[in-house]
């Protein structure tokens, strides 16, 4: 009998790739993804360890797979099973805990080719690359071009799950992308841990690949996802600005506008040099969206450092904030170097002042868009709704259903904002 498996994803993009890549390879082998109502054999669980929100929810999640579906097979993988493979061997349900290293083997374990599971191999010696590229569960496919990360931010806990810094080949990429765009694919994320640093090591780099990826004849469409503002070369603003094919759309982690709070996050860039790319962008491409992650919060966070964050992202020409609450993350350097800590209550004040910056920031971007015209790929058809987004990223509903219009690119008249200015009515055209 066929062997069904359900695949559940929890963190970033390139967790989405890779999840969409062990899917393949399980269905290489037989084993199909589940159709609602059915009951899986195997769930397969991707998780993230970003935050210890992130931990709770894996293993929540985890529990509650075993107790919807007690005879399922439970196999856990990603960023928390490498850092905590212990506990989450100890969860109820699961019979296996792969570690990064091995995410990509998990057909061989599940369809008895591999005799033995491996160990959870330490994050230092994770250095093979594992191309991957999400396929099938969305419109939008994420490759990934990219792992790990060699800078050992102080609050960050990813290099010690997803170890030193590696890349794909720009000719893997590019046949990559060429078969999503035989599979009828339009719309490419590129993802990875620290996308910049593509090539370290290398002849190449990040704009080596863009250029090669920008040639693919079928994509419609790329996005550059979260790149570190000290590798986003003044190069590849001006070649997204003369692109048809890169989306006028950036993501750019700040963590903080404080200058004394950077230093102790140890990140490699000052206010100064955020505010030179960020500028650079809007006088480039002024229709561009520009998202910015920012960490509120974090160790070291007196309130006239959280003062001056507030005021140097006020004077930003951004779209959007990505807020977070700084988490503790066991083995960072943050929780042995940094004393000032800030207490919950204040965590969630400042996060509230940031959530409103945020709104006004996409107020003041969104509002002069509308009636004006935008490309947007269809995306969402199903439940009755049809939406998608537009070139620089403004999410767009449309008040009736065109399932005809699925994966394809069309003109819409941008015709109204919603109150809270994150989402407009638009007009096929
Ligand atoms: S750049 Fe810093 S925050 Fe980003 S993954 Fe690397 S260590 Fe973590």
Known sequence: MTKKALYSTLGCKLNFAETGTIAAALADRGVVRIAPGETPDFCIVNTCSVTQEADRKCRRLIRSLHTRYPSARIIVTGCYAQLQPVEAASLPGVEMVVGINDKLRIADYVSGTATEVAEVVPSRMLREFMPSCSRGD????????????????????????????????????????????????????????NIGDFGNGTDHNFLDLIRELDKVDGIERYRISSIEPDLLTDGIIEFVAGSRRFMPHFHIPLQCGS?????????????????????????????????VDLIV?????????????????????????????????????????????????????????????????????????????????????????????????????????????????????????????????????
């Open 297 to 429: 919060g974090a160790r070291g966070e007196s309130p006239e450092r959280f003062e001056q964050s507030r005021e140097f992202v006020e004077s930003l020409p951004i779209s959007r904030l990505h807020i977070f609450p700084y988490s503790e993350r066991p083995g960072t350097r943050a929780l042995t170097d940094i004393d000032l800590v800030v207490s919950p209550e204040e965590k969630h004040r400042r996060m509230q002042v940031m959530t409103d910056v945020s709104t006004a920031k996409q107020r003041a971007f969104s509002e002069p868009f509308v009636q004006t015209v935008r490309p947007m790929l269809v995306e969402h058809v199903s439940h009755g709704k049809t939406g998608g987004f537009t070139d620089n990223y403004l999410r767009v509903k449309l008040p009736t259903p065109r399932p005809d219009l699925a994966n394809r690119v069309v003109n819409v008249r941008l015709k109204s904002l919603n109150p809270e200015a994150d989402k407009f009515i638009g007009e096929v055209i």
């Open 259 to 291: 200058d004394d709070v950077l230093r102790l996050m140890r990140r490699h860039y000052l206010s100064d040099l955020f505010a030179e790319k960020v500028n650079k962008i809007r006088s480039a491409m002024p229709h561009a969206f520009i998202g």
């Open 138 to 193: 969305r419109t939008r496919y994420f490759l990934k071009v990219q792992d790990g990360c060699n800078y050992w931010c102080t609050y960050c806990t990813i290099p010690a799950a997803r170890g030193r810094s590696r890349s794909g080949t720009i000719e893997q990429l590019v046949d990559q992308a060429r078969r999503v765009a035989d599979e009828g694919g339009k719309e490419i994320v590129i993802t990875g841990v």
